[in-house]
């Protein structure tokens, strides 16, 4: 199963939390997949992520424990719940485990092509910069063949209570790595970093380089408005027939 790069780059671009008011993040994107401005909106319940370049956004519900995608060219919604994502996730571990003892005897460097070695992770502080005003700790984080540079300002926190937010981070590991565990120790990584990232640069395989750079921050309330799913679109629950996809595969 592979996830669509915006959304990969969505979840990139958020690190660990703790509880705080209500904040609102726009940045201007480049790369691939990844053109045009995006603004993130966080607060207790819910984190929102708009792109106007693809006309996508992304919405968790952490109390309901439901992922939606909205696809405003299509008006149609697609609807993950975590314990779905989850089940899935499993299912795409077996058969990832199924296929490395099949590729053992495979040349090395096809197995890194194919991202079967991505089970090193590092993470190093590299120096300090400022974005959007906002004096931020930029660390160098490689797993497998992608590389990332995060830019993280220390001081600001996200209002998601921890508990939601690690499962969460778990679960977008998964979802990421398609059953490599690499992916599940990057995140187990990133969630050791403090504050909230504020420039992602990215280095994808085949897609390459991706950026996505905080130009305004915004701490306070945000209407509840903002969070509300459109009215007229089509809903699909994509996380059923993923879980059965994967049963299948099995």
Known sequence: MKVPIRLASALLLCAAALLAGDLTIVSKNSGKFNEGTSTQYYSASFQRH??????????????????????????????????????????????????????????????????????????????????????????????????????????????????????????????????????KKLYEEMSKLKGVTLRSRSTFPIVGEMVTEAVEVKEGPIPAAVFALPEGYKVEDVGKKLVEQSRKAR
């Open 50 to 183: 708009n792109h106007e370049g693809t006309k996508t956004d992304q919405l968790t519900d952490f109390k309901a424990g439901v992922m939606y995608t909205i696809k405003h060219k299509d008006r149609k919604i697609e609807k993950m719940s975590f314990d779905d994502l989850a089940a899935a996730a499993e299912g795409m571990e077996a058969q990832m485990a199924k296929m490395k003892e099949q590729m053992a005897n495979m040349p090395e460097f096809l197995r890194k092509t194919m991202g079967m070695d991505a089970d090193s992770v590092s993470v190093e502080e590299v120096e300090k910069d400022t974005v959007a005003g906002r004096k931020c700790r930029v660390y160098k984080v490689v797993v497998g063949k992608l590389q990332m540079e995060l830019a993280n300002d220390p001081t600001l926190t996200l209002p998601i209570s921890p508990e939601a937010w690690a499962r969460f981070g778990k679960l977008r590991g998964m979802a990421m790595g398609g059953g490599m565990g690499g992916y």
